[in-house]
Every structure is written in structure tokens, then in C-alpha cells.
């Protein structure tokens, strides 16, 4: 199999996304390690993968002694780590407001806790890398880190795109390419997948907008996704580093 026991740590592990990664992880070999604020959730999740490859470590993305911990605890037990994903999207109670309700607070908030959680999972982790001689740190981003907003496709919805997404999801991009180039010659890789959006029980309405600018399916389910996570973790992507792979049925054309 593409993993052969290479230890990958998936933050966000039980959300919609982040359970879809872990799948393909046990199915492909891998040993698992889900660092999950949400641990019921997780050994939910653990149950129903039924691996004695999987491992669930509580994780919270924005405190630095946490992902310390999660990182100390992995090298105990295993004394290696292969890759990272980072796949948490922690937010406030207020994320997701239109434009002009989005308090200034609100919007600091939600991208320190997002891409800020990214980049302290990164730092920490490729610390950790550093020291091993090698490493692998997946990003998961998105069209609309690539491209502006498609606002038609939200018309006749209560939706929106929220500003703090988009903002979010373009400076990972970039963040990336930092990493990658900073880690120039260290055999570190660091990549991102930039995804379509993924059906949710999203209005009807919407969903049909969505699909007149893709070419075939449209709306795209975390399935979709997992075979790009796979080639990114796997030796297939040895020399791939710095880049941005676009999975999105075309919308971004």
C-alpha cells in the first residue's frame, strides 16, 4: 500500500473533511493519528475505522504547549513522524456573517485561530522535522484562496462567502510557499490542496448555481478530495514541493 506504516497526524480529524483523510490513511497503511479538539467525537470516529493503527490525541491548534505535547507524545510512542496534515478549521460563534456585519474582533479572531493555528502547528511541527532530517506538512486550502468570490452562486440563499474564509485560505496559500522555500534543502515538503466546494446540505438553489461553473459532477464530496491527500503523502510526490493543487471540477477556469 502507498502509506506502508508512515505515521501521518491529521488535525481536524473527525470533521467532515478531516474523517474522509483518516479513511484513506488506514486504507492505504498508514498509522494514524487524529489530533482532534473534539475526542468524543474522534473515538467516535476510532469505533468505526476499526484499526488498531488509529490514535487519538486531544489537540488544541492554537495553544503552542498543546501541539508541543501532541508532538512529545508521537515521537514517545512511535519515534517518527512522517507528515502533517493540517485540516482543523476552528472558528467563533460569529464567523460566517455578511460583509458589513463582521466585527473587526470577530475577524481578528477568526483568522489568528485559523491561519494562525496553521502556522503554529507548522512551526512546531517542523521543528520536530528538522530535527528528524525530514518531514511532509499538507495544507488544506481553497478555490476561493485562489480566485475571488463567486457571489452569483449565493444568490437566492441566506449563504455568503464569509471575508475571513477568503482571507484565511489565500494567505496559507502563501504560507505555504514560505515554508517550502524556507525549508529549501532541509527535505521538508510542504504543499497545499486548494478543493472545491463540498456538498453539505447546502440550499438546492445554491447547488445548482455551483454546478454551471464546474464541467462534470459539480458540488464535490470529501472522497473526492482523499486520492490528492494520498499522492501527497505518498513517495508518487517525492519532488513535489511548494505547490498548490487545485481539486474542483474546473469552477476555478
Known sequence: MYLNKKVIVITGAAGLL???????????????????????KANELK??????????YQTNIISKSSVENLVKNIHEKFN??????????????NYGRHFFDVEYNDFCENVGMNLGGYFLTSQVFSKYFLEQGYGNIINISSIYGVIAPRFEVYEDTEMTMPVEYSTIKSGLLHLTKYMAKYFRGKD???????????????PKAFIESYREFCL???????????????YLLSDLSKYVNGQNIIVDDGFTL
Open 80 to 93: 517518527r513522524i512522517d507528515a502533517l496534515v493540517n485540516c482543523a478549521y476552528p472558528r467563533n460563534k
Open 47 to 56: 469505533e468505526e475505522l476499526k484499526s488498531d493503527r488509529v490514535h487519538v
Open 188 to 202: 521538508i515538503r510542504v504543499n497545499a490542496i486548494s478543493l472545491g466546494g463540498l456538498e453539505d446540505g447546502q
Open 216 to 230: 462534470n459532477k459539480g458540488m464535490l464530496s470529501p472522497k473526492d478530495i482523499s486520492g490528492t491527500l494520498l
Open 18 to 40: 478531516g474523517s474522509e483523510f483518516c479513511r484513506e490513511v488506514i486504507d492505504n497503511e498508514g498509522v494514524l493519528i487524529m489530533a482532534e479538539y473534539d475526542v468524543e
